[in-house]
């Protein structure tokens, strides 16, 4: 199956800092990230078994979910006690949602299998493939 290529342009800005005669460093950065016909994996179970093992095969398909945005922060740092403890701290934090009205494929015809395949909704304002609702 052909799915057309991903696009990504990612924005960054960020700060490194060193500070306490090098004792300690700060890092920061907020991002924002846009994805255009952003690709997606989609795994249906199937009830047939082609490789004899008795356990039901699956299916994986690549599908485009349109354009998405991310927007997020990181923020990292060290301090050194002396020369026997230190501390590290990370935190980061992405909203991820999807700005287009798409909707994945459920259509599996094609291949001739059956199976529960999963039902057609929009993903639009969505933060992943099984959010109920638009909340975050």
């Known amino acids: 199956l052909f799915a057309p290529p991903e696009t990504l342009h990612n924005y960054e800005f960020g700060s490194k800092t060193i500070f306490w005669d090098g004792k300690a460093n700060l ?29 039901p095969d699956a299916l994986n ?36 949602e999807f700005v287009d009205d798409i909707r994945p494929s459920a259509d599996f015809d094609l291949f001739q299998f059956t199976g529960d395949a999963p039902g057609e909704e929009s993903l639009k304002g969505k933060t992943s493939l099984n959010s109920d609702s638009n909340d975050h």
């Open 61 to 96: 398909q690549i599908f485009t979910a349109g354009d998405s945005e991310v927007f997020g922060f990181e923020v990292e740092g060290n301090f050194l006690f002396n020369d026997n403890w230190s501390m590290r701290f990370g935190l980061g934090y992405a909203d991820h």
């Open 27 to 55: 890092n920061a950065a907020i991002f924002f990230q846009d994805v255009e016909d952003q690709q997606l994996r989609q795994t249906v179970i199937i009830d047939q078994d082609f490789n004899g093992d008795g356990v």
